[in-house]
């Protein structure tokens, strides 16, 4: 079982729509969670944060995270063509571990 | 935020030379470096993770002669490509990780190798 899953995509949203990307990861002892934009050429930038379970909104972002279930979410409200790139979840274990999962590529229609 | 910066930005070399790579953090300590490989369309691939004034830790599969990791202070890492070949032609991305644990990335170094 790979570490950090996510969806490889592309998932199509018009613009306007809610993008809802996931990402699933099997450490229990994670206490950290992250969520990285790549643009097509570019390196991994860090868009949100999150550590405790519940919702951390940070402007059109919403990062979601509940451990029981071993799930964080990013939801992108409002999606822009400029959104359109690959979203890399990011899980920690402090002192052990940083997995990335392999990405999923969004793609927001105009 | 944490800024991360790597030099140079592209690199065109001939074969069977060697290239060295710097990533520098430029306003934060960074006790682990990490450095990453790309090749078009691919994921992100760890090459290795570096601690400051410690051998490099190698991905299985990572050539340690080939690639050459030196962290000599909390805020330097440079990776030494040797007698690089056209395979080694990728996209070569820094991280640098800061108290919490975050990565923050460099901009990347794209090597072309002739």
């Known amino acids: 079982q790979k570490e950090v899953e996510q969806n490889s995509g592309p998932l199509s949203v018009p613009e306007g729509a809610i993008a809802s990307l996931n990402c699933t990861y099997s450490d229990r002892g994670s206490q950290s969670f992250f969520w990285y934009r790549q643009y097509s050429g570019k390196s991994p930038e860090l868009i949100m944060s999150?550590?405790?379970?519940g919702d951390k909104e940070d402007g059109r972002f919403t990062a979601q995270l509940n451990k029981a279930s071993q799930y964080v979410s990013l939801l992108i409200r409002d999606s822009q063509p400029s959104d359109s790139a690959t979203y890399l979840c990011a899980v920690n274990n402090y002192g052990q571990n940083f997995v990335f999962g392999p990405g999923t590529r969004l793609s927001v229609l105009p | 935020g944490a800024v991360v910066s790597q030099h140079p930005s592209w690199v065109i070399c001939k074969s069977g030379t060697s290239v060295k790579i710097e990533c520098r953090s430029l306003?934060?300590?960074?006790?682990?470096m990490f450095w990453y490989r790309q090749f078009p369309k691919q994921s992100l691939m760890l090459m290795a993770t570096s601690n400051e004034g410690s051998k490099a830790t190698y991905e299985q599969g990572v050539e340690k002669d080939k690639f050459l990791i030196n962290h000599a202070s909390l805020t330097l890492s440079t990776l030494t490509v040797t007698s690089a070949h056209p395979e080694d032609s990728s996209f070569y991305i820094c991280?640098?990780?800061?108290?919490?644990?975050?990565?923050?990335f460099g901009p990347g170094t794209r090597l072309l190798v002739l």
């Open positions: 999150i550590y405790s379970n």
């Open positions: 306003d934060f300590q960074a006790t682990t």
């Open positions: 991280s640098a990780s800061d108290s919490w644990g975050t990565q923050y």
